[in-house]
Structures are given as C-alpha cells and as structure tokens.
C-alpha cells in the first residue's frame, strides 16, 4: 500500500509559480513511478506528467512542456511539481498518483485506470 498526500496547491495570478508536494509513505518510495494528473471544473482528469524510479526519465501532457517540471526526492519519499507561467486555464485539481501498471522508458502511463494509488488533491487556481 501507499498513501500520498498532497500540498503546495493556492491562489495565484497568471503568470505566477507555485510548487506543490506530494509526500509518499508505505513501501519504499524508489520502488515505484510517480504522476500528476489535475482535473479542472467540469472536466475530465488528465494526465499533467509523471517521472520513473530514478527521476531519468520524464513525461510531459503537451500542455505544460516548457512550464511545469517534475522532480522527485527519493530521500524525502517526495514528488514535486513546478509549475511556472501559470494560465487560467491551469485552474484545476492536482492530483498526486503512484504505482502505474507500467511505464516503459518511451511510453508513460498517461491514463487514470493505470495508475494504482492516488492522493487526495490540491486545488490550483489561477485568476487572470
């Protein structure tokens, strides 16, 4: 089992940065991918991008290449998202994910029913 657990999420202008955190706890964090998916009023949840084991390799939703970054701590059993030059558009819940039923080193897990554990979200919102 693991348990994730969000932060980071808040109110900022377009333009603006935030990072949010996602704290992993249950088996050994380095065992395993991580995601972030977000998913804004009305819509579906989406794929945002997700990183492999030892954080080498990397997959980006086209809409925020060049904007977000995803890092993780394997120390910290942490996931970050950097989000910069953030966009109405971006207003959303992010959602923390773990554990995908694979992830080759060219093809990520960009579908929800791939991935095991989720966590509880954090709300994004971007105010023009």
């Known amino acids: 089992q693991v348990q994730l657990v969000e932060s980071g999420g808040g109110l900022v202008q377009a333009g603006g940065s935030l990072r949010l955190s996602c704290a992993a706890s249950g088996r050994p964090f380095s065992s395993y991918p991580m995601g972030w998916f977000r998913q804004g009023p009305g819509k579906e949840r989406e794929f945002v991008t997700a990183i492999r084991w030892s954080g080498g390799s990397t997959h980006y939703a086209d809409f925020v290449k060049g904007r977000f970054t995803i890092s993780r701590d394997n120390a910290k059993n942490t996931v970050y998202l950097q989000m910069n030059s953030l966009k109405v558009e971006d207003t959303a819940v992010y959602y923390c994910?773990?554990?995908?039923?694979?992830?080759?080193?060219?093809?990520?897990?960009?579908?929800?029913?791939?991935?095991?554990?989720w966590g509880q979200g954090t709300q994004v919102t971007v105010s023009s």
């Open positions: 994910a773990a554990d995908p039923t694979y992830y080759s080193e060219h093809v990520a897990p960009t579908l929800v029913h791939e991935w095991k554990y």
